[in-house]
């Protein structure tokens, strides 16, 4: 059974850090591009970043510079270390496994809540 599981959501104050977790089962991990994306209410699901099966990385304007997105073969698990956090990036965090660099797959994780808030 293929399964995205996200973890490490939570509240943080604006300019705080916080690292999501994307553990995956079921998947040849290391041969998937893996993503992140968001979705506040009332707007649409958005890229955040992606990684490449090599490690190659695409990252959304809005976060380049504070976010990084690494993964780690030996764990089946991506991570999303997200700095200088900001309230306009307050959203439902999702995990995405295959497709491309550019484009995402069609594996979803339920998703987790980050809320950026003083």
């Known amino acids: 059974q293929v399964q995205l599981v996200e973890s490490g959501g939570g509240l943080v104050q604006p300019g705080g850090s916080r690292r999501l977790s994307c553990a995956a089962s079921?998947?040849?991990?290391?041969?998937?591009?893996m993503g992140w994306y968001r979705q506040a209410p009332g707007k649409q699901r958005e890229l955040v970043a992606r990684?490449?099966?090599?490690?190659?990385?695409v990252y959304a304007d809005s976060v380049k510079g504070r976010f990084t997105i690494s993964r780690d073969n030996a764990k089946n698990t991506v991570y999303l270390q997200m700095n200088s956090l900001k309230p306009e990036d307050t959203a439902f965090y999702y995990c995405?496994?295959?497709?491309?660099?550019?484009?995402?797959?069609?594996?979803w994780g339920r998703g987790t809540q980050v809320t950026v808030s003083s």
């Open positions: 990684i490449g099966s090599g490690g190659s990385t």
């Open positions: 995405n496994a295959g497709g491309s660099i550019y484009g995402s797959g069609s594996i």
């Open positions: 079921g998947i040849i991990f290391n041969i998937n591009a």
